[in-house]
């Protein structure tokens, strides 16, 4: 008799196999005497999604850095916009101001203002605080409150961890 887990999970990958599928863990089971049969590919299974996720859970992923940069506006605009499952750590934040004013940058986290950015005239001023982590629905927004938004260009570096 074949496994009918085995064959149902032949064409899909641990990749594929997402916790959010499983409804209710923690349950008394009592499997019947088919099912006896089917529970050590089950087992293999939990343990084989296990070894290859828990080990990496919020650690960085290599070659995920990327780097992110705008013209500033004085409205807020979008600067990162995390995916579903994806986790993303910014880990410099600074802005360039090529005017002959100071400028200030707010950075928000969806609504909620994460930090502010005064730099002076024809210079780049980091951020040295308040590095934001962010998943799907948490974006990185920006807006020029005081100065020449167009003088403003806002930079963000980053990198991706296994959620």
Not at 28 to 52: G, M, N
Not at 81 to 97: D, K, L, R, W
Not at 102 to 117: G, K, R, S
């Amino acid at each position: 008799m074949l496994n009918e887990l085995v064959n149902q999970l032949k064409s899909q990958t641990l990749g594929d196999v997402l916790p959010a599928a499983f409804k209710q863990v923690g349950n008394a089971v009592y499997p019947d005497e088919p099912a006896l049969k089917v529970l050590p590919s089950f087992r293999d299974i939990v343990h084989s999604w296990a070894a290859a996720h828990a080990p990496t859970f919020g650690t960085v992923i290599p070659n995920s850095g990327v780097s992110y940069s705008v013209v500033t506006s004085d409205s807020l605009q979008a600067v990162i916009e995390p995916s579903t499952h994806e986790v993303i750590h910014v880990q410099a934040m600074s802005v360039t101001n090529a005017g002959s004013n100071p400028a200030t940058v707010q950075v928000f986290v969806e609504d909620a203002l994460n930090t502010e950015i005064i730099a002076l005239p024809s210079t780049t001023t980091a951020s040295t605080l308040r590095m934001p982590v962010l998943a799907k629905g948490a974006t990185l927004k920006v807006i020029t409150t005081d100065g020449t938004a167009s003088d403003c260009t806002f930079k963000a570096t980053s990198v991706k961890s296994c959620a």
